[in-house]
C-alpha cells in the first residue's frame, strides 16, 4: 500500500547569526521498501511527519543521528556527526512501514555565509561530499586559497577537498643583482745602512725597521763589484735603491725601500631565476670544491660549492604583491689563505651571504642586503735609541700603512611572468657563428656572418659601437 510520509525541516538550533526554517520534501514510501534519502545539516534539526502511525522507531547509528518521538505520527532527528545511517519504522502489528537513509552534512549554510563575509568577491562554489565539504572555482591568489580552505576546516576538520583553481600570473621571474666594489692602498718606507772598511775589520750591517740589510751576506752584497760608489745591483727587491760611497778608508752603503700599491677588485653578477608561485627554485653558476675529509674507513673527497648561488620561493599574495622568501650569496676560493692538511693544500673561501623574507610588487626593488667595510692599519718600527737621532734616525726606522675598502649590495627585483613563443627569445650565442673555411682562412674571421632572419638577426641589427663599459675616476 503506498503511504505518503511528509518531512519538514525545521530548524530548531539557535544560530549566531540567523535561525531558519527549511522548506518540507516529500518522501515516497513503499511499504516494506527504502525511502529516499533526508539530508539533515549537522547540529541542526528536521521533523519527520508520517501519515501512518508507527509503533516502533530505531536508528543504526545513534552517534550520527539522534532520534526521539514527538507522536505515534512525527519524529525528531538531530544531526550529530556527518555520516549516514538508516532509520526504521514499524506499524502495531510488526510490519516494516519504512526505512529513511539519513545523511547528516556538514552544516554549510553559515559557512557560505562566511565565505562571503571574509572574501567577497571571491567566486567559490561550496558543495557537501558524504561527510565534507568540497571547494571548486577561480580564485585570485594563493592567501585567498589558503583562507578558504583553513575557514573550511573549521565546519568539516580533515575533510576538506580543495578543487580550487587560481587565476591570472603566478609565474614570478627573480632578478638579483651583486655588486661589490674593493679598493686597496698600501705604503711602506724603510731604510737601512750599512757599513764596511779596513778600519771595523769587516763589514758590519745595520737593520733599521724591515730594511734590505737583515744578514751579513745583503750587507756583502752591497759592496760587491769594481766600485762602491753610485748605486749598486745587490739584493734586488721592488721599490728598493741601494747607493754607496766611501769615506776614506769606511765604504758606506743605504738601502732605501719604498713601495706603494693600488688595486681595484669589481664584481657584478646578475642571476635571473622563475619559479611558480609557491614553488621552491635554485640557481647555481660556479662549481665544486674538493675537500678531503678524514672518515673512518681514511680519507674521502667532499665537494663544497661555489660561485652565485640563488635559492628562493616566490608567493603571489593579492593581486601584484609578492612574498619572497630568498636566500643569496657569492662565493670565491681565496688563495691568500691556505691550510695543509696530509700533503693537501687547501684554499679558503670568500663568501658573502644574506637571506630574508621581503614583500614588495611586481617591478618593485629592494635593496636586500648592504655592507660598507673600512680597514685601517699602519705600523712604525725603529731601532732603539738610533731610530730617534734627528735625521740620520730615519735609516733606522721603517713605516708601513695599509687601507682597504669594499662595499657590497644585494638589490632584488620580482617580476611577474608568462610563457612566450620561444622565437621571441633570443640567447648570447644567436649574434655569432662558427665562420665558414673561406672566412676563416681567407679573411681571417674568427666568427661568421651574422643570421639574416629570425629573432637571432634582429638582435645582430643592434649597433653595439662607441663606448661601452665603466669609467672610474
Do not use: C
Not at 51 to 61: M, T, Y
Not at 186 to 196: D, E, I, T
Not at 424 to 451: M, N, W, Y
Amino acid at each position: 500500500m503506498l503511504k505518503i510520509l511528509k518531512a519538514g525541516l525545521i530548524s530548531l538550533a539557535v544560530m549566531s547569526a540567523t535561525s531558519g526554517v527549511a522548506t518540507a520534501d516529500k518522501l515516497k514510501v513503499m511499504s516494506g521498501s527504502t525511502s529516499d534519502e533526508l539530508n539533515v545539516p549537522m547540529n541542526r534539526a528536521v521533523v519527520v511527519e508520517s501519515d501512518e502511525p508507527f509503533a516502533e522507531i530505531s536508528v543504526a547509528n545513534a552517534s550520527i543521528a539522534d532520534i526521539s518521538t514527538l507522536s505515534d505520527r512525527s519524529i525528531y532527528v538531530l544531526g550529530r556527526a556527518p555520516g549516514q545511517t538508516t532509520m526504521t519504522l514499524l506499524a502495531a502489528d510488526g510490519s516494516l512501514i519504512t526505512n529513511v537513509q539519513i545523511l547528516v552534512t556538514p552544516d554549510v549554510t553559515e559557512f557560505k555565509q562566511r565565505l562571503q563575509q571574509v572574501l567577497p568577491g571571491e567566486k567559490i562554489e561550496v558543495r557537501t561530499a558524504n561527510d565534507g565539504i568540497v571547494l571548486s572555482g577561480i580564485v585570485s591568489s594563493v592567501s585567498v586559497m589558503e583562507k578558504a580552505v583553513e575557514l573550511a576546516s573549521r565546519y568539516a576538520p580533515d575533510r576538506v577537498s580543495n578543487l580550487l583553481s587560481i587565476g591570472g600570473t603566478q609565474q614570478v621571474m627573480l632578478k638579483v643583482r651583486f655588486a661589490e666594489m674593493q679598493r686597496s692602498v698600501s705604503k711602506n718606507l724603510s731604510a737601512s745602512l750599512g757599513l764596511n772598511g779596513s778600519v771595523l775589520g769587516g763589514g758590519l750591517g745595520i737593520q733599521g725597521g724591515s730594511g734590505a740589510f737583515v744578514n751579513q751576506s745583503n750587507v756583502n752584497n752591497a759592496f760587491d763589484g769594481d766600485s762602491t760608489t753610485g748605486v749598486t745591483s745587490g739584493d734586488e727587491s721592488n721599490g728598493r735603491f741601494l747607493l754607496g760611497g766611501s769615506v776614506g778608508g769606511l765604504e758606506i752603503a743605504v738601502a732605501l725601500e719604498a713601495l706603494e700599491q693600488k688595486g681595484v677588485v669589481r664584481t657584478l653578477a646578475e642571476p635571473n631565476l622563475t619559479a611558480l608561485s609557491g614553488q621552491q627554485a635554485k640557481f647555481l653558476a660556479g662549481g665544486e670544491y674538493p675537500i678531503p675529509v678524514l672518515g673512518e674507513n681514511g680519507v674521502y673527497i667532499d665537494y663544497k660549492p661555489f660561485g652565485v648561488e640563488l635559492e628562493f620561493i616566490p608567493r603571489v599574495i593579492e593581486g601584484s604583491t609578492i612574498n619572497l622568501e630568498m636566500k643569496a650569496s657569492v662565493s670565491a676560493l681565496d688563495s691568500t689563505v691556505t691550510y695543509n692538511l696530509d700533503g693537501f693544500s687547501l684554499n679558503a673561501f670568500k663568501r658573502r651571504e644574506t637571506s630574508t623574507t621581503v614583500e614588495m610588487r611586481d617591478g618593485e626593488s629592494f635593496a636586500i642586503a648592504g655592507l660598507l667595510q673600512d680597514d685601517f692599519q699602519d705600523m712604525a718600527g725603529q731601532v732603539p735609541w738610533l731610530g730617534d737621532v734627528p735625521i740620520l734616525g730615519a735609516l733606522f726606522r721603517s713605516a708601513d700603512y695599509t687601507r682597504e675598502q669594499s662595499e657590497l649590495v644585494i638589490i632584488v627585483t620580482p617580476h611577474l611572468v608568462s610563457p612566450t613563443k620561444g622565437i621571441a627569445l633570443s640567447v648570447p650565442t644567436d649574434r655569432i657563428q662558427p665562420p665558414t673555411e673561406s672566412e676563416l682562412f681567407l679573411f681571417g674571421k674568427t666568427a661568421g656572418s651574422a643570421p639574416k632572419t629570425g629573432a637571432a638577426a634582429e638582435v645582430a641589427k643592434q649597433d653595439f659601437s662607441g663606448s661601452y663599459g665603466y669609467v672610474m675616476e
